[in-house]
């Protein structure tokens, strides 16, 4: 039997081996008739296996006591149905037969897309001048059929951030008896780079595995960078030469990932004030990422002696796209003098770290201005008044 997966919209083909073969060499199978005399004999010894439609699946032996031509042809056929008898490459409608070497061709056959599901059954026969005999071969076309492909992967399933390219190792096994070329194609959601190629050979794009082998193939997905939280599926074919295909299904677990940013909010970075006054600076933090800033904390690096205090001190969570505030109140010693000075404020949040680098310009007290023009008054005065004592003498 050769069972054919069910068509889709284009026809199936089915390569069936053709061999004839000397007296004796091959087991006659029961499935097979002489209708002459012995010595002409067709066998098939697969007369029913599951096969896919483009993969060789059967072999059709005649049996011929002497070298000599023997005449091929197809007969019973379904409605639909065409058969095509090929040998070295070339349409043939016969081959040569010997008791040592035995002759060889292949059966094509297309099955319509329209087939239903069903056993269907024709004959191949030869002809000889000894006589002619036949076999009988039926085709199962059926739903589905195992394509002799195995594809696994050894963690389909990675969880990762969006910067992340996500890796996975597949096996591909060769569950048929020969050995076949295989090539891959992989899939992904719009914007995903995704690729699969031979562990061996990353720029190679097939690989050859032996029958009943196994090989293994990378495949790497990377998100594009505006790409939110959440699940992905990507998706890997392997087809052999012969037709069939494996499929597998992967899964990109994209974790959101927070962004901090921080700034003041009139976006200056300079500020003034006197020595031993509070001022106040609004700073406003940002997420740009996608994913919660969580236990968002507050520090600084004031001057010695300095006081920097924070309102909130923390704040428990930033949203993904939203900003919160905080109130910087820094405090310059009683004794700072004028002129400029640095201070650093840092936001934190995981291993998250934002700074700000501030300018503080110290100014002179306006209580130190009022004495110093009060001393310049009474010094005025008392030189005026020494002037008019002294100065007739």
Known sequence: MNRFRRPGSSSAA???????????VLPSPAAASATSVPE??????????PSNP???SSSICGVRSRTERVDLAVSGLPDGWNAVLRGGGFVIGGLTASPDTPGKAQLELAVPSTTPAGSYAFDVTEQAPEGTSSAHITVDVAEQVAEGIAVT???PSLDGGPSDT?????????????TQTFEFAATGPNGWQVDASPTAEARATTVSIDGGGTSTVKVTATPPATVDAGAYDLGVTVTSDSGATGTIKLTANVTGRAQLAVATSDERLDMS??????????????????A????????????????VAFEPSTIDAVPAGQSAQ?????????DAVAGDYAVALTASSGSLDQSLALRYSVTTSWTWGLLGALLIVLAIGALTVGYRRFGRR
């Open 292 to 307: 919660p800033l969580e236990n968002v904390s507050f520090r600084s690096s004031p001057p010695k002696g300095w006081t």
């Open 153 to 155: 992967a050894d963690f």
């Open 40 to 49: 002409v004999l067709i066998t098939t010894p697969y007369p029913r296996c």
């Open 273 to 290: 004030g006197p020595s031993n006054s509070a001022r106040t600076e609004t700073l406003v933090v940002t997420n740009s990422g996608t």
């Open 326 to 334: 905080v109130v910087a109140t820094i405090t310059p010693t009683k």
């Open 166 to 178: 996500f890796t996975y190792n597949l096996t591909v096994t060769n569950n048929t008896p020969t």
């Open 54 to 56: 483009a993969r060789p």
């Open 14 to 24: 089915l390569v069936v081996g053709i061999a004839a073969a000397a007296a004796g």
